[in-house]
Every structure is written in structure tokens, then in C-alpha cells.
């Protein structure tokens, strides 16, 4: 599956001159994560598109107060991160076109693009264009979301990648945009 500059600007409009930055990553990470039909691709491009505001964050935003969720209690370490208020919240905020978020997940999607854990010491390397795609990619694949694309599942996506169905409105105008696009039924 390949898609053109005319279908991701139509998809995303908001990308503006990000859309050619991101393209052919796009469409490499498409390959190698076996995002190889217009469903498939439709699904992911809503849900990127919705995750980073259409492309146009690989970090996610918000204050120290608000990162401080991921710094310490629960959901801290739930993500892996130490549970003392030590900066891992910050550090391992989300990132990439899917939020990558957590020492876990960063140790794992770094073990998957790279081999090593580079990205415990680099986290900001998911802000690369190559890798804020790659990384999306990689956690679509690794979460089954293909399989439930295939079947038009996507509140089920929405919940593996956001844990609940925050921005469902939104995501739900991307994915009719990219199912237009793309030429999905």
C-alpha cells in the first residue's frame, strides 16, 4: 500500500507542509508493518492524524504539573516508569505519531527499531520524522490493530491506543476522510 501526497494532504489538510516531510516514511513503515490494504491504511492514518493534531506534533504536549501523571503512582508504573517524582515523566512522555509513552513502551519499540535502548537515553529520537512513523507503525502492528482494521473495528483501535475513546469525534472525521481517500467501502 502506497499513498500519494493528494490523498494524505485530503486526509489531513492541517498537515500542510508536513504531509511531503512525512510521506515516504510513511509510506516505508506501511511496508515493513504489513499496513498493505486501504482499510488497513485508512484506520491508521485517522487514528496518526488524531494522536499528533495531523501531523503537526511528535511530542506530547503539556505542563510538568500535567506530565506528573506519568511521573509517579499508579499509572506511573503501569508505563514502567519509577514510581518516585524523579523526571520520568517528562522523559518518557509520548512520542511519535502514536504517543509512544512510558519507559516500557520505550524500551520495547527501541529494542524493535534499533536492537538496543537507545531510546531510554534518546527518547526524543520518536520526534524524527523516520521514527515518529516507525514507531507508530511498529505499535499498530504489535497491538493487532491491522487484524481489527481488516474488520472495521475501530473503537476497539481507538481503546488499545488511547486507553478509552478520548477524541472519538475527531478521529471518526479522519477516518471518513481517509476512507474517501483511499477508496474504502
Not at 95 to 105: E, F, Y
Not at 110 to 127: I, K, T, V, W, Y
Not at 151 to 170: A, H, M, P, W, Y
Request: proline share 3%; aromatic share 8%; charged share 20%.
Amino acid at each position: 500500500m502506497v499513498i500519494t501526497l493528494p490523498q494524505l494532504t485530503q486526509i489531513m489538510p492541517g498537515a500542510s507542509l508536513k504531509a511531503g516531510v512525512f510521506l515516504p516514511t510513511l509510506n516505508l513503515a506501511f511496508a515493513r508493518y504489513g499496513i498493505n490494504s486501504p482499510r488497513r491504511a485508512a484506520a491508521f492514518l485517522a487514528q496518526v492524524g488524531h494522536e499528533s493534531a495531523e501531523l503537526r506534533y511528535v511530542r506530547e504536549l503539556g505542563s510538568e504539573q500535567y506530565l506528573s501523571k506519568y511521573d509517579t503512582g499508579v499509572l506511573a508504573a503501569r508505563l514502567g516508569n519509577t514510581v518516585e517524582a524523579d523526571g520520568d515523566g517528562q522523559k518518557y512522555r509520548g512520542r511519535g505519531l502514536i504517543q509512544i509513552t512510558g519507559r516500557r513502551n520505550y524500551q520495547a519499540c527501541s529494542q524493535a527499531l534499533f536492537g538496543d535502548e537507545r531510546l531510554l537515553q534518546r527518547p526524543e529520537l520518536l520526534e524524527q520524522p523516520q521514527w515518529a512513523c516507525e514507531s507508530a507503525a511498529w505499535f499498530w502492528q504489535c497491538n493487532g490493530l491491522n487484524e481489527l482494521a481488516d474488520k472495521d473495528q475501530f473503537s476497539v483501535i481507538t481503546r488499545r491506543i488511547n486507553g478509552g475513546l478520548n477524541g472519538l469525534e475527531d478521529r471518526l472525521r479522519l477516518w471518513a476522510r481517509a476512507k474517501a481517500a483511499l477508496c474504502v467501502a
